[in-house]
């Protein structure tokens, strides 16, 4: 009996897609030079689905042709079937990988924003508390000076920027060399190391800038 070889299919399908060796077939693929034999005896039948798969992509043809140019007429259609409900199973698996995967991560996800809620709940402790009757005092009594209950919202605010390592580029009121880069001019002209007046606070988080400082000429 003539021995099977389809090593002229292979380079065939090999030139088309710029391959000039089984070696470098084999690399692309990331299949073994030996597979790559057994495709051209026609042995398709005894190799691996992944390793047709891998095969089939390099060479940009469907599994399905692959298994029609190198199998026997009579194995085929059972391999086309085998190779098909593992594909099938293997895209279930997939299907389920990533279901678990994303419900993993949108658990994860939560449960991180339960827990920024709840750290920054805490550090807003005083002002949730205490702010509303305050309020409620000065609403009320209209002789009660703001500077009693300003510690009620600077203390629970500098300690939540602190915590988020967030730091004011300048206080309101201070004079300071204008820098465009960290400054905005309110009105008028200025140029760089002109000194400025803060009206509104900036914020830096480490090296990078949130908002810049509104700043007037003196």
């Known amino acids: 009996m003539d021995k099977i070889d389809f090593t002229e299919n292979l380079q065939n399908l090999m030139q088309k897609v710029g391959f000039t060796s089984f070696k470098s077939l084999s690399r692309a693929a990331g299949v073994s030079q030996w597979q790559i034999l057994q495709l051209r005896r026609g042995k398709i039948g005894q190799m691996r689905v992944e390793v047709l798969v891998k095969l089939s992509q390099v060479l940009q043809i469907s599994a399905d042709e692959l298994v029609a140019t190198f199998g026997s007429a009579s194995s085929n259609r059972t391999q086309s079937l085998n190779l098909h409900q593992d594909l099938n199973r293997e895209f279930t698996d997939l299907q389920k990988e990533y279901q678990r995967v994303t419900l993993s991560m949108l658990q994860q996800r939560e449960r991180l924003q339960q827990e920024f809620q709840q750290s920054s709940l805490q550090i807003l402790e005083s002002l949730i508390l205490q702010w509303p009757t305050a309020a409620h005092k000065a609403r009320g009594d209209h002789q009660l000076a703001a500077v009693k209950i300003l510690p009620l919202v600077d203390q629970p605010l500098e300690t939540l920027l602190q915590a988020w390592g967030v730091s004011a580029i300048a206080s309101v009121g201070s004079e300071i060399p204008y820098n465009p880069q960290l400054h905005q001019l309110m009105g008028g002209t200025a140029e760089p190391g002109d000194i400025v007046k803060v009206r509104y606070i900036g914020y830096m ?13 003196m």
């Open 205 to 217: 988080q480490g090296d990078k800038l949130l908002y810049r400082a509104r700043v007037s000429l």
